[in-house]
């Protein structure tokens, strides 16, 4: 199967690409790197290559959280449209951006070879922990609830909480994080339930993602 090819983020420039890196993982997976010229931003594409029809799809994501960001409070992040809650007040891709100390996106693949986009936002929300919330464009979605198409909608969990909190010791090790078990319903495709996992440190360097893995 050949692989999707990369989309666009909405209203979020990570469109100047150099390079594209294509992993054949095993047992029927590949990944595509993509490595963009914006600094601390990576896009990925995931892939079942004989597999995407797979109702279930777990990503583990692994890398650093900058100790050194700027605090930002948690009730100071932009609310957005969820897939479970019509949020009234309109939110961009952009003023996320203007809070999170970093993001990155992936591309998850589903039964009709189509790709599906999931950007996550990192919010440095308290001295020694980040706060990871997961979006799509209200576009991806069978019946975005969200009015523009464009429009950030959060994946949640089934009470209707999506955020991913991960706190560290002194040493920046993870001592508490949080997964994200969210059920999407993708434009065209059948409902897929997406499990995200997250393995970091919190050191002073800068935010960035060292590995992705699908299955």
Known sequence: MELAKNLPLPQIDLA???AHLDILLGEGQ???LTLPFVPLALSILLTGCGDSSSSVREVSIAGNVDARALVVGAES???TTTTMTRESAPTSFTDLAAKADFSTSFGLVDEHDAEHRVILFFF???PRSYLVRAYVAA??????LAQSADSPTQ???ENGDGD????FDEQGQLIDQSDLRALVQWLNADP???LLLFDFSFLPEPGQITSFSVT
């Open 16 to 18: 100047m690409v150099d």
């Open 77 to 79: 992040i932009p609310m």
């Open 192 to 194: 897929s339930e997406l």
């Open 164 to 167: 991913i909190a991960l706190t």
């Open 124 to 126: 440095h929300t308290a």
């Open 139 to 144: 576009a991806e979605l069978q019946d975005p």
């Open 155 to 157: 994946l949640v969990r």
């Open 30 to 32: 590949c990944m595509r």
